[in-house]
């Protein structure tokens, strides 16, 4: 039997996102929680988005770090690290438009239903009732915030 290194889906040109994301995982996953819980939980949270080119060529990585606000109070404590790689497409360098409008429009949503995901999974075994958190749809990142060179 041959093993061969798993392939990234084709990518499907498309002007507005010439992205494709490669892979999406968990850096870090806590949760704990009281002994007695209320029946309706609702946690304040707070986001951070970091981004980093690779060391691959054409490669980039953002973390969706949600931490919840108020552990010292609260009966549930979250911290949840996710991490999205993905890969330019198109021609030439990324121009910093691009890569945060990706980045804000269509990573960010994927990287927060993985949270979302693991989270109601993960509570749900802890015997929890379901949490409500919510999750910012527009971040805010903006192209200041990205250490890129400018295209050329």
Excluded: C
């Amino acid at each position: 039997m041959t093993k061969t290194a798993p392939q990234p889906p084709p990518a499907i040109p498309d002007p507005d996102f010439p992205f494709r994301i490669l892979r999406i995982f968990f850096s870090k996953v806590l949760i704990e929680r009281a002994r007695e819980l209320p029946t309706e939980l609702a946690l304040e949270h707070l986001a951070e988005v970091k981004f980093a080119p690779r060391k691959e060529d054409r490669q980039y990585q953002t973390h969706l770090r949600l931490t919840s606000t108020q552990p010292q109070s609260s009966p549930v404590i979250v911290e949840i690290e996710a991490i999205g790689v993905f890969e330019y497409t198109g021609e030439g360098s990324p121009p910093k438009a691009a890569l945060v409008h990706f980045i804000n429009n269509r990573l960010l949503f994927a990287l927060a239903t993985s949270v979302a995901q693991l989270l109601g999974a993960t509570t749900a075994q802890m015997g929890m009732p379901p949490i409500w958190m919510p999750v910012p749809l527009a971040f805010g990142l903006t192209e200041d915030l990205l250490d890129v060179p400018s295209s050329s």
